[in-house]
């Protein structure tokens, strides 16, 4: 399974992008990307996913870079309900394959 | 709303005695996943059904059971507790094919305590 790498944690202004980036250099070509959150004693919360063209939906848009190797995460305005622990996850396109959770980066709004 | 549901929220078990966690699910997914979640960590994938096919990762103790007896349920035994099975579990249902956009669907969890 491809790996992902993620810094541990980041801060951000209330009413800011928050941009969260998402190394994942070993994807291959039938590997999509997948973002979720987890806010503390949860269960994580599925955002959004792209194979290869960016992705907007009504929760953040998915910058993937061209050689896939990278992604970015996109809150355009941020909220304190947003503070959370966010994981990129790159994940086979058959459900038998199955994915392995990074350390994910706990990202923290501030007022 | 279509859901992944756990039970218990919080379940509290004795050292060495068998406890099961319960897992059911409204999504019609053919495929469910249990994660132990430790504090402060990413979630670990202990195995999972495709369909009625389970499959075990190579790290998973043999402590570590499930049963699935329909496409609805799914139960993760652990038949003799230690304090270091103390986490949250985690179940996930997900539908074949990644292009249908769901991804995975996680219930709210259990969280185990071992006294």
């Known amino acids: 399974d491809a790996k992902t790498t993620q810094p541990p944690s980041m801060d951000c202004a209330e009413g800011r992008a928050a941009n969260l980036p998402c190394n994942h250099s070993?994807?291959?070509?039938?590997?999509?990307v997948y973002w979720y959150r987890q806010i503390h004693s949860q269960g994580p919360q599925y955002i959004i996913h792209g194979l290869k063209n960016n992705e907007t939906n009504e929760m953040a848009s998915l910058i993937i870079t061209e050689d896939r190797k990278s992604s970015t995460l996109i809150l355009p305005h941020a909220t304190l309900r947003d503070t959370a622990v966010y994981y990129c996850i790159v994940r086979p396109y058959t459900n038998a394959g199955k994915s392995t959770f990074g350390d994910g980066t706990t990202l923290t709004v501030k007022p | 709303d279509a859901m992944v549901i756990q039970n218990p929220r919080y379940q509290v078990t004795q050292f060495g005695k068998p406890v099961t966690l319960s897992c059911s699910q409204t999504l019609n997914h053919n495929v469910m996943y249990w994660y132990q979640q430790k504090s402060s960590q990413a979630p670990k994938l202990l195995f999972h059904?495709?369909?009625?096919?389970?499959?075990n990762e190579a790290d998973t103790p043999d402590n570590f059971q499930s049963r699935r007896p329909n496409t609805s349920f799914c139960f993760l035994d652990i038949r003799s507790p230690g304090l270091g099975d103390a986490a949250m579990y985690l179940c996930?249902?997900?539908?074949?094919?990644?292009?249908?956009?769901?991804?995975?669907?996680f219930g709210s969890g259990t969280r185990l305590t071992v006294v």
């Open positions: 059904y495709y369909d009625k096919d389970f499959n």
């Open positions: 070993t994807i291959s070509g039938n590997e999509y």
């Open positions: 996930a249902t997900s539908r074949e094919g990644a292009a249908s956009g769901d991804g995975y669907t």
